[in-house]
């Protein structure tokens, strides 16, 4: 989708996954693949917009609008809105969450290539309350801002890649009680922290703040 | 011109040298949980993804739009006259300023009434500022929605130093009245017309020199129901350089009207049809 932005490339581990995710979902009833949104712009780098991750290929965001025509054209793949499944500003899911895009996520996590799965919170307590069987691959699955058009799937770095480093693994366990708090800060806002520090403001990023590399895509043509 | 690089010297020559025209860039309707959302009169931004726009029941939201998804989505926000009909808003510099129809005022964002004028004297109710702007320097212009008769010219009013006086005027032509007005960085004034009918409505984007008599440009004509009822316009840079116009319409609490989102870009889309994004 939105093929204009020039973000849909990633690592070739990161294409091979999104291709058998797809194929999952496609086994999804009222599912034909998959909406890709985002991956990383060719050769990675940062953006103007959107993202601070999506630089190194290992990222992809996924539409929670169920693919079903997989004609559409460009025109189509620029102008074509996603759903949201939240409601209550992410407390809880809406109508449009349905038991599919539970096993969409779930088939994501349960991928050993698959390090973080980021989603609203509201999500994350539904698919704790809704999963009987296996509970593993809830602890991949992490409540974040945002992420009710889309879930956000971060692979590991692949075998053998110089220079990527794995973030820490998330803490043990299916973290669904931490979930469960979120959504209650959702719900009750804690009174603000009178100590907290001032966000600092981001200064532009420049050619010097990036890895060495960086330099070498932009002086190669 | 590094956008022409790759393309014929003819088609680049005439992308410089032809009449300025609007491209379609999308349109997307807002739907929001909030009970009271609805009735959009006026838009402002600064970076084309955060806005603030303004309801004619005097609620006021902050609005982002990440177009990745076509994802809005909407807070509330302090409204300096929440019992008021407010029509028009406009950053001077970090500062907003409101504008309101009857009986036609303008406030700061503490609610602090501008000083009046007595041509304001005698309006009808409904016959307030409908647009506002704010020059570079935080001159405010604004322009009511009624001229007096058909064959009367629109007035630009011009706040500047604690005085009102009047900038230009420019032609009232059709059925079109102006509802919204921003400046671009051009340093021009674009005004949103509408033009209203039983079937549906119209719209009219044109331009101009805030002062003096230059001519008028006239950027954008729609067919009848081809938007919702636009009422607010906003002109921002995207990060691409490219000029674009965000407009949100009053879907007046109507079922049969939708609140939408329209944005047009002034220069044509950059490779691949990217276009303020």
């Keep these: ?221 | 011109m590094r956008g022409c690089a790759g393309l014929a010297i003819a088609l680049c020559a005439g992308a410089a040298t032809a009449d300025p025209a609007l491209h379609h860039v999308r349109s997307v309707t807002v739907q929001s949980e909030l009970p009271d959302f609805g009735g959009l009169s006026a838009v402002e931004t600064t970076d084309g993804t955060s806005f603030v726009v303004l309801s004619d029941r005097g609620q006021a939201y902050d609005l982002t739009f990440d177009r990745g998804w076509n994802a809005i989505s909407i807070a509330p926000r302090p409204h300096p006259a929440p019992d008021r009909d407010s029509e028009g808003l406009a950053y001077a510099g970090a500062d907003l300023f409101y504008s309101y129809e009857g009986p036609a005022e303008l406030r700061d964002a503490s609610g602090t009434l501008l000083p009046g004028d007595p041509a304001f004297d005698g309006w009808s109710i409904n016959s307030g500022f409908e647009a506002l702007a704010a020059g570079p320097d935080g001159t405010l212009y604004a322009v009511p929605e009624r001229s007096g008769a058909k064959a009367h010219p629109f007035p630009v009013f011009r706040y500047r130093n604690g005085t009102w006086d009047i900038a230009r005027t420019f032609p009232r032509t059709g059925a079109f009245l102006p509802v919204g007005a921003d400046f671009g960085p051009d340093g021009r004034l674009y005004v949103l017309e509408r033009a209203f009918s039983a079937l549906g409505f119209r719209s009219r984007i044109r331009r101009m020199a805030p002062d003096g008599d230059a001519a008028v440009e006239t950027l954008l004509t729609t067919r009848l129901g081809l938007h919702d009822n636009l009422e607010g316009i906003t002109v921002w840079t995207s990060h691409g350089g490219q000029v674009c116009i965000t407009m949100v319409s009053d879907n007046n609490f109507l079922s049969v009207q939708r609140t939408e989102i329209v944005e047009y870009s002034l220069s044509a889309p950059l490779a691949a049809g990217r276009a303020c994004d």
């Design chain 1, 1 to 221: 989708m939105r093929l204009s932005r020039n973000r849909n490339w990633g690592h070739p581990e990161l294409v091979d996954y999104v291709q058998d995710l797809s194929r999952a979902a496609a086994a999804q009833p009222g599912w034909n693949g998959l909406y890709v949104g985002d991956m990383s712009q060719p050769r990675g780098g940062p953006m103007l917009t959107g993202h601070r991750s999506h630089q190194i290929g290992l990222d992809v965001d996924v539409w929670m609008l169920p693919a079903r025509n997989l004609t559409l054209s460009a025109a189509d793949r620029e102008n074509i809105s996603s759903i949201s499944t939240r409601r209550a500003s992410g407390a809880y899911v809406n109508s449009n969450w349905t038991r599919q895009h539970h096993e969409i996520i779930k088939a994501a996590a349960s991928d050993k290539r698959t390090a973080r799965i980021f989603v609203f919170p509201g999500a994350k307590v539904q698919m704790c309350k809704d999963e009987k069987g296996d509970r593993a691959w809830l602890r991949k699955v992490r409540p974040w801002w945002g992420h009710h058009y889309h879930f956000h799937v971060r692979l590991s770095c692949p075998p053998g890649t110089r220079g990527c480093v794995n973030q820490d693994l998330p803490p043990a366990g299916d973290g669904c009680a931490d979930a469960q708090q979120w959504v209650n800060n959702i719900l009750n806002p804690p009174p603000p922290d009178p100590n907290a520090p001032r966000p600092k403001p981001r200064r532009e990023l420049r050619v010097a703040d990036l890895p060495q590399q960086c330099a070498g895509v932009l002086a190669s043509q």
